[in-house]
């Protein structure tokens, strides 16, 4: 028979102390009123001990179903009796089951995302890109948009806003499932083009003036839809953005990817594809031109013709970082030239220079 111990008790809903008598009996603890106003009963598996006993000061429980609540008990063999009923309690450390299982699980993932890091993050972007929701992609995409353009005017032309329809429309017709993609041009100097998550590409007004034909600028568009449609973009914000974008992921803030269009370091290397990103988002773009029934070989003119510049200026200030760096010259780019001419143009000529002048 468990003896009956004087203690003091709280309920933590105010700051009332009781007189009681506690006793560790063999279905629990029993908490009485010594007035007989209240009685508790607090199973064994939801008893806790707030800290180990000691001689010099009274002995404090409470319980995982009244978190609040407070017993306190200055008796040795009180301790004893619950030692003898409950032994769980008193185990410290590693000893706790509940301590040693959640050590566990940290540091199984603390491997996970050491192995995330070390070699996993590059084969675990693409399927990531993948569950990205559709609407956070598009938030992160235009942050994106509006520091790329760095408050450049959007140029906004009827007419050439309406040729820039018709082109993005004869390329993207054909996809089954439609492909969302939000084509702007941005009123800047620099030659070059952009694809950015949730599907919106950035063309500057540079790579418009540059551009020879608008078989050019569909052959380039069509690349960035590309990027879009393997949602590289993506990939390459969970691939440089690492382990933040993982809890991004699965707080649905997206607050990493943020920062990271916040610096213009992130930001470019965020648009650094691989080759290998280069490589599918030409081989899709060739595909979107000939279906389109368009001139297969108008990428490797572009190319050809940045290519001077590229080698006087490097990919450094003087094309202002464009097109060539961001898009590091492949072979098969440049050898595409042999590829199939149709002889059809994707905009008439009237169209052509209104796209040419959408930024007045
Ligand atoms: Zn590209």
Known sequence: MAGAYDGSYSDGRTAAMHEVVAQARGDGLHI??????????????DV?????????????????????????VNSAEFVADLRHQAPQLFLTGLAQPTLRRNIAL???ALCA?????????????????????????????????????????VCNDASGT????????RLTNSLSPPLNVDVIVADKAQVNAFALPGGHIVIMRGL????????????ILAHEIGHVSHRHPLQMGIHVA??????????????????????????????????????????????????????TGAMARFFARLKPEGKKGGNGAENGGGYFSSHPPLEERIDAATKLETGQSVLNNADWMALKNICG
Do not use: C
């Open 48 to 72: 806790r001990a707030i800290d180990p006993p000691r001689s010099d000061i009274p002995f404090r429980l409470t319980s995982q179903t009244m978190p609040d609540a407070r017993l306190s």
């Open 106 to 108: 940290i540091i199984l």
């Open 32 to 45: 009485n009123s010594k007035t007989g106003d209240f009685e508790e009963h607090w199973r064994y598996g």
């Open 208 to 219: 418009l003036e540059k551009a020879g034909s608008s078989d050019e600028v569909a052959a």
């Open 162 to 169: 309406a040729a820039l329809a018709v082109m993005t429309r």
């Open 242 to 295: 690492g382990i933040g974008m993982m809890v991004d992921l699965f707080t649905g803030e997206g607050s990493s990817l943020m920062e990271m269009a916040g610096e213009v370091g992130g930001l470019l290397l965020l648009l650094n594809y691989s080759r290998d990103m280069e490589r599918e988002a030409d081989a899709y773009g060739r595909k979107l031109m000939g279906t389109a029934g368009l001139s």
């Open 113 to 153: 995302l050491g192995l995330l890091l070390w070699q996993g993050m590059p084969h675990l972007s693409a399927p990531l890109a993948h569950l990205v929701p559709a609407q956070w992609a598009q938030n992160i995409g235009e942050t994106y948009r509006s520091r790329i353009i760095s408050g450049a005017p």
